[in-house]
């Protein structure tokens, strides 16, 4: 079973603070994503990474940036988090294998509900 | 850029009820995948449909993708409790293994 794990479930931060989020997966897969959910809003892609050290921007990346040093693991990082930044963070991954008109099953953790205060 | 509109928002059913989620795209799709999220948790992969008007089933729920592939349907058979959740259709917008997410459909069952 693919297993992917968020640093913490729930999260409280302050305005102006530096906030990382972490993010590992036990498959090998080549794909990680990191999305907000908000209600009303679905799931919106923040930035997302096919190779380490890769990154690309999302539908919403402005006040984000992500770190993949390790195949493993993708950091999402809240430079200076605001009270719009108040969310559920989920991380994705997916072995990047599918071809022609298929599209690799993404995994999600658990989620990252952050309040920023 | 490529958008995925997702009807209706929220259906709230009396146990045993029929229930449809919709999804459209003013673009042609690869595919469209299907994710179920149970309150609290966390979106969790359902099925993919790839050919032009396919049609799959698991138990009680049937997926189809429209013949022109703009569209897709999820439709629950005699609903329950444990369909509780909201129902997310994702297409492809590329080979980059990135989805583009409708906004959902919350299914609430009154037993």
């Known amino acids: 079973d693919v297993k992917v794990t968020q640093s913490s479930r729930y999260l409280v931060k302050r305005t102006g603070e530096k906030v990382f989020l972490e993010c590992v997966q036990d498959m090998d897969h080549e794909n990680m994503f990191w999305y907000r959910q908000d209600p009303g809003l679905g799931l919106r892609l923040i930035y997302f990474s096919y190779d380490v050290k890769m990154k690309e921007k999302g539908d919403i990346p402005e006040g984000y940036s992500v770190s993949r040093e390790k195949k493993e693991r993708f950091s999402l990082i809240l430079e200076s988090a605001s009270t719009n930044q108040t969310s559920m963070y989920l991380c994705a991954s997916s072995s990047g294998l599918a071809g022609g008109t298929s599209t690799d099953t993404q995994y999600f953790g658990p989620g990252t509900r952050l309040t920023v205060l | 850029g490529q958008q995925v509109m997702q009807i209706p928002q929220y259906q709230h059913v009396q146990e045993g009820e029929d229930f449809t989620t919709y999804c459209n795209s003013s673009?042609?799709?690869?595919?469209i995948q299907w994710y179920k999220q149970r309150p609290g948790g966390h979106p969790v992969f359902l099925i993919q449909?790839?050919?032009?008007?396919e049609v799959k089933k698991q138990k009680r729920l049937t997926f189809q993708f429209g013949e022109a592939k703009k569209n897709s349907s999820l439709h629950i058979t005699a609903t329950q409790t444990t369909d509780v959740g909201t129902y997310f259709c994702a297409a492809s917008s590329s080979n980059t293994g990135k989805l583009i997410f409708g906004q959902g459909t919350t299914l609430q069952v009154k037993p």
């Open positions: 449909l790839v050919k032009s008007g």
């Open positions: 673009t042609t799709l690869s595919n």
